[in-house]
C-alpha cells in the first residue's frame, strides 16, 4: 500500500519510547481490575492477531486475505490437542503455532506465485478451502465446533481456571508476540522486507530473493495470528467455524486499516475499536455486518491513515514520534 | 441402467447439468469481473452482493409491483446496473490514483453492507422465486429429462456472454473500451470522455452481475447470503483463468462447473473444494493462469 507514510524509527526518541511502554504495561496490569477480564483478553488476542496481520501487510505490503484459516486453525488444533490428547495448555498452544505455520507455509507458497490484487484473491480461496475442510473434518466437529477445551494447568503447576492465571497468561504470550513482531520489523530482515514493499524489482536486482523473503514473512505473520487464535481458544475454551470464516479476515483487515497500516501500536488500537464496538452492538438488534461494512468504507474514502496514523501525522504527533516537522 | 465408470448415466447427466448450471453463472460473474478490472483496475468484491441484489429486486419487484420475471429481466440489471454506476461515480473514481487493494478493500465493505442490511431486512432464510409460467415443466432429450427453466439459463447465459465478447470485440464502443483499457491518458487526448466511461463499464459489470441473479433467483433461493457464497468461488475461477481475456474467464466458468458436477458424481465429499483445488495445481503449473499474460 504505496500511500501509507511510516514513521522511521531511527530517530524516535528513546526515552518516550520507554514511556509509551510503561504506559502500555501499567494498563495491561489495571485492565482486569476495571474491564471484565474476558473481555480484555479476548481484546488482546485479536490485538495480537491483527499486529500479526499488519506484520505481512504493513511491513512486507502483502494484503492476505485468508489470515482466519491460521487463526481459527490454530485455534482447532489447540482445542484438539488439549481436549483429546490431553497436553498442557503451553504444549496445546505450541501445537496450535506449529499448525498454523505448516499452514502458512502452504498457502504462502502458492500465493506468493502471484502478486498484487491476485495474491489477496488467492490467499481468500485456499482459506475458503480450508474453512470447508474445517465444515466437514472428523476432528472439527462441523457445525458444533470443539467445545469444553480444559484450560489445564500450565506447566503442569499454575491452574488456568484462575481467572487472574489465565489473564497472566494471555498478557504474557501477548506481550511476547508483540516483542517478537517489534524485533523482526527493526531487524535488517524487517528492513529488507520493506524494500521489497516499496520496490520489488528493485529488491530483485539487488539479489534479493524475494521469494524467499515474502515466504517467510507470511510463515511468521501466521505463526503469530496462530499464537493468537491458540490462546483465544484456552480463553474462550472452545474453537468454532466462526474463527476460519471469511468474514474473520475481513475483520482483521479492517481492525488493521481502522488502526494505521505499518504502525505497531495501529493494530491494537483498531482491534480494541472493533472488538469493543462489537461488544455494544451485540446488545444491541442492529447487525454489526452493516457496521463493519461501513467503516471500511469510510476508512478507504477518507481514513486511510488509521486512527494512529492520522494522531502521527498530526502535530502533537510528531513531536511524541520525536520527528522533525517538516 | 446403463453405467459409466460404476455411476449411473442419468446420475452422471443430472450432476453435468447442475455443473454446466453453475458454470452458467460463474462464466457471467467472471465475465464481469473481468471487464471491470480490465478497466478499472479494481477487483469487485461487491459483485456477489449485485448478483444477491439482482434476485431480490426481481423477487421485491414481483411483491410489490406484480411485475414478473421477463420484466425483471430487464428492470432488475438496468437497477442494479444505475446503482453501481452510482456507486462508481461516488466513491470508486476517488480511489484510482490509489493501491489497487483499496478497490478491492473499500467493495469489501460495500458488499457486507449490502448484505448486512438485507439480512437485518429479510432474515438468513431463503425467499422462493417461482419458474415463469413459460419455461415451467420439463422436456425429454432421449438420454436424460431436462427442466426447461435449467435449459433456458444454459443457452441465455451462453447468448449474453458471446454477446458480450462480441460488443467488445466488434463494436466502436468496444473499441473505446479496449483502447481506454490499454492507455486511458491517449485515449483520453483524443476526445473520449474515459470518467464516464469507466462510470459505464462498472455499472455494465454490476448490471451483469444482476442479470445472473435474476436468472438464479428460480434455481436457488432468493437469499441475502447466495452472493458471499459464490463469489469467492469466482475469484478462483478468475485466478485459474487469469483476467487479461474476456473469452478465458467465461470458458473457464463453465469448465469449473463442469469440473464440480463430475466430482459431485465421483466424490461428493470433496465437490466444495475442488475448484480451489484446480485453482492451487494451475497455480503451481502456469501461476499466471490458463489464459493470463503475465502481470
Same mark, same amino acid.
Given at each position: 500500500?504505496?500511500?501509507?507514510?511510516l514513521?522511521?524509527? @531511527?530517530k524516535?526518541? #528513546?526515552?518516550? *519510547?520507554?514511556?509509551l511502554?510503561?504506559?502500555? +504495561? $501499567?494498563?495491561? =496490569?489495571? %485492565?482486569?481490575?476495571?474491564?471484565?477480564?474476558?473481555?480484555?483478553?479476548?481484546?488482546?488476542?485479536?490485538?495480537?492477531?491483527?499486529?500479526?496481520?499488519n506484520?505481512?501487510?504493513?511491513?512486507?505490503?502483502l494484503?492476505?486475505?485468508g489470515?482466519?484459516?491460521?487463526f481459527?486453525?490454530?485455534?482447532?488444533?489447540? @482445542?484438539?490437542?488439549? #481436549?483429546?490428547? *490431553?497436553?498442557?495448555?503451553?504444549?496445546g498452544? +505450541? $501445537?496450535?503455532? =506449529?499448525? %498454523?505455520?505448516?499452514?502458512?507455509?502452504?498457502?504462502?507458497?502458492?500465493a506468493?506465485?502471484?502478486?498484487g490484487?491476485?495474491?489477496?484473491m488467492i490467499?481468500?480461496?485456499?482459506?475458503?478451502?480450508?474453512?470447508?475442510f474445517?465444515?466437514?473434518?472428523?476432528?472439527?466437529?462441523?457445525?458444533?465446533?470443539?467445545?469444553?477445551?480444559p484450560?489445564?494447568?500450565?506447566?503442569?503447576?499454575?491452574?488456568?481456571?484462575?481467572?487472574?492465571?489465565?489473564?497472566?497468561?494471555?498478557?504474557?504470550?501477548?506481550?511476547?508476540?508483540?516483542?517478537?513482531?517489534?524485533?523482526i520489523?527493526?531487524s535488517?530482515?524487517?528492513?529488507?522486507?520493506?524494500s521489497?514493499r516499496?520496490n520489488?524489482?528493485r529488491?530483485t536486482?539487488?539479489?534479493?530473493s524475494?521469494?524467499?523473503?515474502?515466504?517467510?514473512?507470511?510463515?511468521?505473520?501466521?505463526?503469530?495470528?496462530?499464537?493468537a487464535g491458540?490462546t483465544?481458544?484456552?480463553?474462550?475454551?472452545?474453537?468454532?467455524?466462526?474463527?476460519?470464516?471469511?468474514?474473520?479476515?475481513?475483520?482483521?483487515?479492517l481492525m488493521?486499516l481502522?488502526?494505521?497500516?505499518?504502525?505497531?501500536?495501529?493494530?491494537?488500537?483498531?482491534?480494541a475499536?472493533?472488538t469493543?464496538?462489537?461488544?455494544?452492538?451485540?446488545?444491541?438488534?442492529?447487525p454489526?455486518?452493516?457496521?463493519?461494512?461501513?467503516?471500511?468504507?469510510?476508512?478507504?474514502?477518507?481514513f486511510?491513515?488509521?486512527?494512529?496514523?492520522?494522531?502521527?501525522a498530526?502535530?502533537?504527533?510528531?513531536?511524541?514520534?520525536?520527528?522533525?516537522e517538516d | 441402467?446403463?453405467?459409466v465408470?460404476?455411476?449411473?448415466?442419468?446420475?452422471?447427466?443430472?450432476?453435468?447439468?447442475?455443473?454446466?448450471?453453475?458454470?452458467?453463472?460463474?462464466a457471467?460473474?467472471?465475465?464481469?469481473?473481468?471487464?471491470?478490472?480490465?478497466?478499472?483496475r479494481?477487483?469487485?468484491f461487491?459483485?456477489?452482493?449485485?448478483?444477491?441484489?439482482g434476485?431480490?429486486?426481481?423477487?421485491?419487484?414481483l411483491?410489490?409491483?406484480?411485475?414478473?420475471?421477463?420484466?425483471?429481466l430487464?428492470?432488475?440489471?438496468?437497477?442494479?446496473?444505475?446503482?453501481?454506476?452510482?456507486?462508481e461515480?461516488?466513491a470508486?473514481?476517488?480511489?484510482y490514483d490509489?493501491?489497487?487493494?483499496?478497490?478491492?478493500?473499500?467493495?469489501?465493505?460495500?458488499?457486507?453492507?449490502?448484505e448486512?442490511?438485507?439480512?437485518?431486512?429479510?432474515?438468513?432464510?431463503?425467499?422462493?422465486?417461482a419458474?415463469?409460467?413459460?419455461?415451467?415443466?420439463?422436456?425429454?432429450?432421449g438420454f436424460?429429462?431436462?427442466?426447461?427453466?435449467r435449459?433456458?439459463v444454459?443457452?441465455?447465459?451462453l447468448?449474453?456472454?458471446?454477446a458480450?465478447?462480441?460488443?467488445?470485440?466488434?463494436?466502436?464502443?468496444?473499441?473505446?473500451?479496449?483502447?481506454?483499457?490499454?492507455?486511458?491518458?491517449?485515449?483520453?487526448?483524443?476526445g473520449?470522455?474515459?470518467?464516464?466511461?469507466?462510470?459505464?463499464?462498472?455499472?455494465?459489470?454490476?448490471?451483469l452481475?444482476?442479470?445472473?441473479?435474476?436468472?438464479?433467483?428460480?434455481?436457488y433461493?432468493?437469499s441475502?447470503?447466495?452472493?458471499?457464497?459464490i463469489?469467492i468461488?469466482?475469484?478462483?475461477?478468475v485466478?485459474?483463468?487469469?483476467m487479461g481475456?474476456?473469452?478465458?474467464?467465461?470458458?473457464?466458468?463453465?469448465?469449473?462447473?463442469?469440473?464440480?458436477?463430475?466430482?459431485?458424481v465421483?466424490?461428493?465429499?470433496?465437490?466444495?473444494?475442488?475448484?480451489?483445488?484446480?485453482?492451487a495445481i494451475?497455480?503451481?503449473?502456469?501461476?499466471?493462469?490458463?489464459?493470463?499474460?503475465?502481470?
Amino acid at each position: 500500500m504505496t500511500d501509507v507514510v511510516l514513521a522511521p524509527p @531511527a530517530k524516535r526518541s #528513546k526515552a518516550r *519510547g520507554i514511556a509509551l511502554i510503561a504506559v502500555g +504495561l $501499567v494498563l495491561l =496490569a489495571v %485492565a482486569p481490575f476495571v474491564v471484565y477480564p474476558i473481555f480484555v483478553m479476548k481484546l488482546l488476542c485479536f490485538a495480537l492477531f491483527a499486529a500479526a496481520f499488519n506484520l505481512l501487510l504493513g511491513y512486507a505490503g502483502l494484503l492476505s486475505f485468508g489470515h482466519a484459516a491460521f487463526f481459527g486453525g490454530a485455534a482447532y488444533f489447540t @482445542a484438539h490437542a488439549v #481436549k483429546e490428547w *490431553g497436553l498442557t495448555p503451553e504444549l496445546g498452544v +505450541l $501445537v496450535g503455532v =506449529a499448525g %498454523a505455520a505448516a499452514l502458512g507455509l502452504v498457502v504462502g507458497f502458492l500465493a506468493i506465485r502471484r502478486q498484487g490484487i491476485y495474491f489477496a484473491m488467492i490467499t481468500l480461496a485456499l482459506a475458503q478451502m480450508f474453512f470447508f475442510f474445517c465444515l466437514q473434518a472428523r476432528f472439527t466437529h462441523g457445525e458444533d465446533g470443539i467445545q469444553g477445551v480444559p484450560r489445564g494447568h500450565l506447566f503442569g503447576l499454575i491452574d488456568l481456571n484462575q481467572p487472574l492465571a489465565m489473564y497472566g497468561f494471555v498478557a504474557v504470550v501477548f506481550l511476547a508476540g508483540m516483542v517478537a513482531i517489534h524485533r523482526i520489523t527493526e531487524s535488517p530482515f524487517g528492513m529488507i522486507l520493506k524494500s521489497i514493499r516499496e520496490n520489488e524489482r528493485r529488491a530483485t536486482s539487488l539479489g534479493i530473493s524475494v521469494g524467499s523473503y515474502k515466504l517467510a514473512a507470511f510463515v511468521m505473520s501466521a505463526a503469530l495470528a496462530g499464537l493468537a487464535g491458540a490462546t483465544k481458544a484456552l480463553v474462550f475454551q472452545f474453537a468454532t467455524l466462526t474463527d476460519v470464516g471469511w468474514q474473520m479476515s475481513g475483520e482483521v483487515i479492517l481492525m488493521t486499516l481502522l488502526g494505521g497500516i505499518g504502525t505497531m501500536i495501529g493494530p491494537v488500537v483498531g482491534a480494541a475499536i472493533v472488538t469493543a464496538l462489537e461488544n455494544y452492538l451485540a446488545t444491541s438488534d442492529f447487525p454489526p455486518t452493516i457496521v463493519i461494512g461501513l467503516a471500511f468504507m469510510l476508512c478507504v474514502l477518507a481514513f486511510r491513515r488509521g486512527v494512529v496514523g492520522e494522531l502521527l501525522a498530526t502535530r502533537w504527533g510528531k513531536r511524541l514520534a520525536g520527528r522533525s516537522e517538516d | 441402467m446403463t453405467m459409466v465408470f460404476g455411476v449411473p448415466v442419468q446420475a452422471l447427466l443430472g450432476q453435468l447439468l447442475v455443473g454446466l448450471i453453475n458454470g452458467s453463472f460463474y462464466a457471467l460473474l467472471s465475465l464481469g469481473l473481468a471487464i471491470i478490472f480490465g478497466l478499472l483496475r479494481i477487483i469487485n468484491f461487491a459483485h456477489g452482493a449485485q448478483y444477491m441484489l439482482g434476485a431480490f429486486v426481481a423477487y421485491l419487484l414481483l411483491a410489490y409491483a406484480g411485475i414478473g420475471y421477463w420484466g425483471a429481466l430487464i428492470l432488475a440489471p438496468l437497477i442494479v446496473g444505475l446503482a453501481g454506476a452510482a456507486i462508481e461515480r461516488l466513491a470508486l473514481s476517488r480511489l484510482y490514483d490509489l493501491d489497487p487493494l483499496y478497490g478491492l478493500l473499500f467493495t469489501f465493505g460495500l458488499a457486507l453492507a449490502i448484505e448486512g442490511s438485507f439480512r437485518y431486512v429479510y432474515g438468513s432464510a431463503g425467499q422462493p422465486y417461482a419458474v415463469p409460467q413459460a419455461l415451467t415443466g420439463a422436456r425429454n432429450l432421449g438420454f436424460m429429462v431436462l427442466p426447461n427453466y435449467r435449459g433456458w439459463v444454459v443457452v441465455a447465459s451462453l447468448a449474453v456472454c458471446i454477446a458480450t465478447w462480441l460488443a467488445i470485440e466488434k463494436t466502436k464502443f468496444g473499441a473505446y473500451l479496449r483502447a481506454a483499457t490499454e492507455n486511458p491518458t491517449l485515449v483520453r487526448a483524443f476526445g473520449v470522455n474515459v470518467p464516464l466511461l469507466l462510470t459505464f463499464t462498472y455499472g455494465l459489470g454490476a448490471a451483469l452481475a444482476g442479470l445472473a441473479g435474476v436468472m438464479a433467483a428460480p434455481i436457488y433461493q432468493v437469499s441475502p447470503l447466495m452472493g458471499s457464497n459464490i463469489i469467492i468461488v469466482v475469484f478462483a475461477v478468475v485466478v485459474v483463468g487469469g483476467m487479461g481475456s474476456i473469452l478465458g474467464a467465461v470458458v473457464t466458468g463453465y469448465m469449473l462447473g463442469l469440473c464440480e458436477g463430475l466430482t459431485k458424481v465421483f466424490y461428493p465429499e470433496a465437490s466444495n473444494i475442488v475448484i480451489f483445488v484446480i485453482m492451487a495445481i494451475v497455480l503451481l503449473i502456469r501461476p499466471a493462469g490458463l489464459f493470463g499474460r503475465t502481470a
